[in-house]
């Protein structure tokens, strides 16, 4: 299992959750308002507006999630996003109590 971590501009978030909807096997996604900056620093206290986006999924989904993210988010503009990947060590549906895989 992989997370997927994006963070992106706040109107391409439509574009983005449309997108991931066709990936056939995603089970869900998390969006959470972010701040932050990138190689354009701001000023102290000032921060750029971002959505991060959240996908726990197999490894098999990870590089269509992946581009997926990448084309519908893309503006051509600076400051576009950044996407991360990370390696899951374990789910637990809390519901169920299903463990691993079947949990996501």
Do not use: W
Not at 50 to 64: F, Y
């Amino acid at each position: 299992m992989k997370e997927v971590k994006a963070y992106i501009k706040p109107h391409r978030l439509s574009p983005v959750t449309l997108a991931l909807h066709e990936i056939e096997g995603l089970s869900g996604m998390s969006v959470i308002d972010a701040r932050g900056y990138g190689r354009s620093r701001t000023q102290v206290g000032d921060y750029v507006p971002h959505v991060k986006i959240e996908v726990v999924c197999l490894d098999n989904l990870v590089d269509t999630v992946v581009t997926t993210i990448e084309k519908a988010a893309y503006t051509g503009l600076r400051g576009d996003g950044k996407i991360y990947v990370s390696p899951v060590e374990n789910a637990v549906r809390i519901e169920t109590g299903e463990h691993g895989e079947s949990a996501v």
